[in-house]
């Protein structure tokens, strides 16, 4: 009697289509050892809780190509779920109204208590949450291999610009590259975060890189600004050019190079490689930059989907993002900090332990700059345009003076 009744339910499940599953599609440029490491926790994170992960990487440092990337989904009316991005992207695009509402979970979570008001600058628009931040990461430090500069005879840490360079000078005289560097504008454009924040403190750096003040960019201190890049330009090798910034920190790691200046995940590269702070390598602010951090932040911004299941995952990913134990698992392997200030520092070692300080420091004392070179000081447009300066300065195009007239018209970009 029962029989028919079981077979027709078991037939009209059979018939129902399987319930979809969740999923995000992540545009990213995470595509270096260490990167794709740290990226790996959090997809590893969401897959526990069923969302499907649909990697999008587009590699390039710094993330000019994925940007070009997003613009093109975009326009093709077919925006990812999920986009990795920096500081002045986030608001470009949140201005054009495209970017999913967090409040809800936001509020849940309560990230206005967590998130430092730094990166909050970032996060939101009009008072709307529209990205979850998942990292702080710095542009003014200095790694360097512990081994090569012993070999050198560079005992002690340099505190200033021109010990750095006396440093660098005996590590090429030991027969090593003295400064490994990847000859691409974003790469050159770190560099000179430091050696503005150096050169001119920070109240020049504010002045001249984030309020565009012509009169402090077309000052000496700037002229010196570039004179002291053409002194870093003497201390690299001569294959720099368009070498990615992880194969030269690669060079560190092996012991060709002496130093390499760049920003925090070059750390992660020194992880993956599993080099240990104090034994085989050091890290320490860019000389003259004690006490100061150029920050930039990763963030995640979701753009509006019609599918409400679509906004399901993507809330899901933003509150992945946001866990604190994720939020330190993420950020020992990436080299940066937390994007929360309430993550313990035990899980990090020195060079993670000294971020975290810094930072909440540098918070306090209203030394906390966004990086130029990293989208957190000007809009895209114009850091564009000071790449492209810096770059032609950097390989010998222009000479300083040349360059300080054009970094002046290019703040009018
Ligand atoms: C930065 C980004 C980092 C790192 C780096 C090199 O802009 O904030 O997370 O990926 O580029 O690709």
């Known amino acids: 009697m029962n029989k028919p009744i079981v077979t027709l339910a078991i037939a009209s499940a059979m018939a129902l289509p399987a319930a979809a599953q969740q999923n995000v599609e992540v545009l990213h440029w ?44 975009v326009t093709a009316g077919n925006p990812p779920t999920a986009v990795q991005m920096l500081g002045f992207d986030i608001q470009d695009w949140a201005k054009q109204g495209v970017l999913a509402d967090m409040n809800d979970l936001a509020a849940k979570e309560n990230w206005d208590k967590t998130v430092p008001a730094a990166l909050q600058k970032f996060s939101k628009f009009g008072g709307n949450w529209i990205a979850a931040p998942v990292n702080i990461h710095s542009t003014n430090w200095i790694w360097a291999n512990k081994k090569v500069l012993a070999k050198a005879g560079v005992t002690a840490e340099p505190k200033t610009f021109d010990e750095f360079i006396a440093a660098a000078e005996k590590v090429q005289k030991a027969g090593f590259v003295a400064i490994a560097h990847g000859g691409q504008p974003w790469q050159e454009a770190t560099i000179f975060d430091g050696v503005a924040l150096s050169t001119g403190g920070v109240d020049y750096y504010r002045k001249a890189f984030i309020e565009l003040d012509a009169k402090a960019l077309a000052s000496p201190t700037t002229l010196k600004v570039f004179d002291r890049m053409s002194q870093i330009r003497k201390l690299v090798d001569k294959d720099f050019s368009g070498r990615d910034w992880n194969v030269a920190s690669g060079m560190v790691i092996s012991g060709k190079a002496g130093f390499q200046i760049m920003g925090d995940w070059a750390k992660g590269e020194f992880v993956t490689a599993k080099k240990v702070p104090g034994k085989d390598l050091l890290c320490y602010r860019f000389p003259g930059t004690q006490g100061v951090v150029s920050f930039n932040t990763d963030q995640f911004a979701m753009f509006k989907q019609k599918d409400a299941d679509k906004t399901g995952a993507q809330m899901k990913l933003a509150s992945a993002i946001m866990e604190p134990g994720f939020q330190s698992a993420f950020n020992v392997v990436k080299g940066s900090a937390p994007a929360r200030s309430d993550v313990p520092d035990t899980a990090f070692d020195d060079c993670g332990k000294k971020a975290i300080k810094d930072v909440a420091e540098a918070s306090k004392n209203n030394t906390l700059v966004g990086s130029m070179a990293h989208g957190h000081a000007v809009p895209a447009s114009i850091k564009n345009a000071f790449y492209d300066v810096i770059t032609r300065h950097f390989n010998g195009q222009i000479d300083s003076k040349k360059a300080v007239t054009e970094l002046v018209s290019a703040s009018k970009t």
């Open 30 to 73: 995470w595509t270096s050892g260490g990167e794709a490491a740290a990226l790996n926790v959090l997809k590893g994170n969401l897959e526990k809780q069923g969302v499907k992960w649909n990697d999008m990487p587009v590699a390039g440092g710094g993330g000019e190509a994925a940007m070009t990337a997003v613009r093109a989904r």
